[in-house]
C-alpha cells in the first residue's frame, strides 16, 4: 500500500500563478538599501536575502533602472 499525497488547498493555485507570472527584479539601487537597512536592523535573514537579490540581479545584468 503506497502513502496517500496529501494536497494542500492553494499548492495548485500557486504553482499555477509562479510558471503564470514572473517577478520583475528591484533595481540594484533598491537592493543595496535594503541591505543596508536589514544590516543596520540587525537582521540577519533579511540581509542575507538582500545579498541574494544583489548576486542575482549582478548575475542575470538587468539592473532595473
Known amino acids: 500500500m503506497g502513502a496517500a499525497v496529501v494536497r494542500r ?8 500563478r509562479v510558471t503564470v507570472t514572473a517577478r520583475a527584479l528591484p533595481s540594484i539601487r533598491e537592493a543595496f538599501e535594503g541591505l543596508v537597512a536589514a544590516e543596520r536592523a540587525g537582521d540577519l535573514y533579511g540581509a542575507m536575502l538582500c545579498r541574494c537579490l544583489v548576486q542575482r540581479i ?5 539592473v532595473g533602472e
Open 9 to 16: 488547498p492553494t499548492e495548485q493555485l500557486a504553482l499555477g
Open 58 to 62: 549582478a548575475r542575470d545584468g538587468k
